[in-house]
């Protein structure tokens, strides 16, 4: 294998790598702003540089060239070189900032020259925090700056589009943005206009940055120039925990973090997984934020009364066992694997058919990249559980017919989704799982249980590819099951890593009053007197792993952050 | 240098999105069959389309006077090149107009060189004469006066250059009287080369060959206001 020196390490690479990725690969950190590993090497920010040199050979025998003590001889490039486009060469000798005065000279000098017109504006800009520019001008930068002219002015609070928003004054024109757009999403929408100081991204006179993909700008802008509008000013990165988990959003399971702060959830920004969304995510599964936290229910309700747990579980179990196994259980694509397959063991116990689910693809809705048909996100899932979607004409005539007098609908919604009307849900007794005040089912429901939404649960979505991935919870619900959520080993929200209930971002009215699957369908399967004892979510997965070979080595430890590809069961619906 | 046109530095010269005021009708935007054949070869010429942005431009800069968002866009359809980038090659180079300008832009170098012999002179000059300031078109829509960064001619500072054309050389303000009288009758100054002090032994006195018209190196003159 070929090597290359850097700071006096010896490493192997393979042909065709390159410095800087290679360095940051191995966690040795040089400064960038526009390089980023999905999109071309222009080499234009001039941050990278590297002290860089070829051993020195004679041109006649080719042989290495040996000093007075024997070591080889450097030849070093004539000038610094950048290390984003830099091609490693066998024999490479590299210095890097932590080994050359000269290099660590160059980089400050580069980000003296880089903050000469660049606001400082930190205090009140959205990306403190969390910004490039001022992490490395800390690290690498200057003490201070010799600048003391005006600085130039650009265009401030410029709205590229519905969903971005751009102060020109803070571009450092990396031209990561223009590139995405160019190579990336392919909308060719902004570009850098002007020239010299005086030069920002734009889009050309007449249009409009509402490329569907827009907001991915603002995560890879390295300043604050380019910012999400619905996130401006909402909250400093340092008030918020983030939660990597999976979105809601569609089959394709875009890998997430949720930032939280007061218990709830204020952006969605796309984490990094090679295997499924690479660095990217749609405007519209960010924009579902307020989902988790708007019209969420206070509580169990029996028909249409509220009650406490106990009561409606004890409702919901009487109604069960009244009902001689004439139950159709619906599970739900939006439910994790763990709370379809409990309510399969549920509905055995009852003795009913087994559960069905609503499927939620509209064909044509979708793109070929980040936002597919399936408007669900776990309806692989589903039929890798051999839960299969339900026909309403079907459904319907059983209905008429009185062979269903219970219907267990599971996160979902039927009314909502056209396949039930709410006359054919007269005469019948209905236990509903609900995410929101809004459910349209919700009036018909005879015990009405709130459930925990992905962003509040811990389980397995698993995505139209057949990648099984993990939840996370983002955020805190009320009477958490606090020892599950230990036991699991991740369900730590906010106040777990950060806080206690007494710190000014603790929000208990924000926690909501509802139970994850897991949670409330073994408390009603014990009054219907089947035993579902998990000491945790990542058991019952493990079950599921074992004795499914559709979800064959998908445990919750095997998921971990990226997730597990599962083997193909061939097309389904 | 795109200067911005509604006064504010803060805000872009047009809001994304919003409808921009059009200069030409539809029916004026189109190539003649000469023309076209010309893109095309400009497009054979290069591996992408990329490559033609700026002859295009070019040519639509000469068919139109100036290159107004219609007309970007016009070339951006012409040649299948998105037009955000279009509109970013066409503000970059100063040489493409995007306002309308005067018949004949006059760019007067005011770089070091030109400064210490005398460009601001000859720019103030100018604007007296035509009764403009920099920036500005005169009402007749004959000239227009820009001050200029280096255009390389240091050795026959100051000088200026006529609408992206032929240069000015060893200006001074009888010359410049002239130049305006020669303009106003639409008279265009012929290329010159000028020699260099080496070339006069060296070289015969003319380093190019392809030119009859020559200009003797002279020893600059010094500003009259800087010193």
Redesign the interface.
Known sequence: MPQVIIDGHAHEFEAGERLLQFCLDRGIEVPHFCYHPALSVPANCRQCLVKAGLPARDRASGELVKDENGNPVTNYFPKLQTSCSLDLADGMVVHTQYDSEEVSGAQADNLELMLINHPLDCPICDQAGQCPLQIQAYKYGPEGSRFEFEKVHKPKRVQLGPNVVLDAERCINCTRCTRFTTEVSKSHQLSIIGRGDKNYPMTAPGQEFDDPYSMNVTDICPVGALTEDYFRFKARVWEMSHTPSISDFGGKGINVDYWVRDNQILRITPRENLSVNEFWMPDAARLVYQRYNENRPKGPSIGGKASDWDAAYDEAASLLKAANGKVLFLGSAYATVEDNYLLMKLAEAIGSEAPQYISHVEAGSGDDWLISDDRAPNTQGCERLDINPVDPVLLKAKLSEGEIQVLYVLEDDPIAAGVLSAEDLSGVKVILHHYHTTNETLFCADAALPAAMCVETIGTYVNEAGRAQRLRPAKMIRLMNRSLMREAGVGQSRTDRHGTPFDRWFDEGNQIDCKPGWESIPAIAERVGLTLSYKSPAAIMDEVALTLPAFGGATHKAMDLLGVGLEDIGEVV | ??QPTNGS????????????ERHFADADLVWTDDEQKQIATFRSEYPTNDGAVMKVLWMAQNKFSWLP?DV??FVANTIEV???????VA????QYFKEKKGKFVLDICTCFGCQVCGGYDILHYLEEKLGIEKGQTTDDGLFTIQEAECLGACGSAPMLQVTNGPYVHNLTKEKVDGLIVDLKADKMPGFQSVTLPQDETDLGGNRRSDTEAVTEYQTPPVSETIH
């Open positions: 240098m795109t530095l803060l805000q872009p010269d047009y809001v994304p999105g919003e409808p921009v968002p970007i866009q998105p037009y955000a980038k279009v509109y970013g503000t970059f180079y100063t």
